[in-house]
């Protein structure tokens, strides 16, 4: 064997150029506690405290999002739709609704008609309120900034597909609960309302799914949104039962209908009626944002509660990466 070693003496290290690239490493989680997903264990406690976090970090910015996708366009609908059921009102048409049925039910298919518009003219600037502020949430548990225009362009990018599967999650819901109340209302009369409104309560925390499947997991929403549901329905429905009953209590009482109606009983001439109108399209409209602050945290922490049971190592950095 040789005495010599070719190593004893080795050359100079090269000053560059040795080195694998940056990312040629896999990017590091930061660590401590986690302050959006309620990990398995924290039960109910841990959900409170983490949905309350979503409005504590950033509700500054969810204010400003919910009052520019959801106040601002429903006041401008709402102003639309009070101005043309008072010129219904005040038209011949009225008149003549007052002594022919005929008339009357045509009047009656004409505002369901101009309602269900304005749902559905609405929905594309919830949806883009919603996706926004999820973004902005996700970015705040992060610890990110999250400026209200990025997170607007957030949502404008993905709006088109948040809006494809909620039309298909609300055709689907509706169709069902349209066919629920025929069947039991046929049969049972007033009873058949009972059915109707839990098949409804069921649709909607459905629904309400499948804008947080899109936005984070890409890949058959609907499906992941029936499964997030009833993998732990109980717990689903305990988490949801407030902002829910808040929500229909709001959209039940607050309809410009019932709006227009009280609008005309109370005033005779024309300028009390304009006046009154103003005053509730503006309670209206702005009645608008602290449903959706309510509803929006409870929706987003219950998802990610339930996908971390599936995935319990399931953090804000993964989210983070999800939205990009």
């Not at 997170?151 to 169709?175: D, F, K, M, N, T």
């Not at 098949?199 to 949104?225: D, N, S, T």
């Not at 945290?297 to 993964?318: D, G, K, M, S």
Request: glycine share 10%; charged share 10%.
């Amino acid at each position: 064997m040789s005495t010599t070693d070719p190593y004893h003496n080795p050359g100079a290290v090269p000053s560059g150029g040795f080195l694998p690239p940056d990312d040629a490493f896999p990017q590091e989680l930061p660590t401590g506690p986690e302050v959006l997903v309620n990990i398995p264990g924290e039960g109910l406690t841990g959900w409170a405290r983490k949905t309350v976090g979503v409005l504590r970090r950033g509700w500054q910015q969810q204010l400003a999002l919910f009052a520019i996708t959801h106040a601002v366009p429903s006041f401008f609908l709402y102003t639309l739709a009070v101005v043309g059921l008072l010129a219904l009102w005040r038209s011949d048409a009225a008149q003549a609704a007052l002594i022919d049925d005929g008339v009357a039910e045509a009047m009656g298919t004409l505002v369901v008609l101009v309602v269900a518009g304005m749902l559905l003219v609405a929905l594309p600037f919830r949806l883009l309120g919603y996706a926004a502020a999820t973004w902005s949430a996700v970015r705040r548990a992060a610890g990110l900034p999250a400026p209200i225009g990025r997170a607007l362009r957030y949502g404008l990018r993905r709006l088109p597909a948040l809006l494809a599967w909620s039309l298909v999650a609300y055709l689907l819901a509706a169709a069902v609960v349209v066919g629920v109340f025929l069947c039991f209302a046929g049969a049972f009369s007033f009873a058949g309302f009972g059915p109707t409104v839990i098949a409804l309560g069921y649709l909607m925390m459905i629904v309400g799914m499948v804008g947080p499947a899109v936005l984070f997991e890409r890949r058959k929403p609907l499906q992941r949104a029936f499964d997030t549901v009833n993998n732990a329905f109980w717990a689903n429905a305990v988490r949801l039962a407030v902002p829910g009953v808040v929500l229909f209590l709001a959209y039940r009482y607050n309809q410009v209908i019932d709006g227009a109606g009280a609008m005309i009983g109370f005033g005779g001439t024309l300028d009390a009626q304009v006046g009154f109108a103003v005053a509730a399209v503006t309670a209206s409209a702005a009645f608008e944002v602290p449903v959706a602050l309510l509803l929006f945290p409870t929706v987003l922490v219950t998802y990610l509660e339930q996908r971390a049971v599936a995935a319990p190592n399931l953090r804000t950095p993964h989210l983070l990466a999800e939205l990009d």
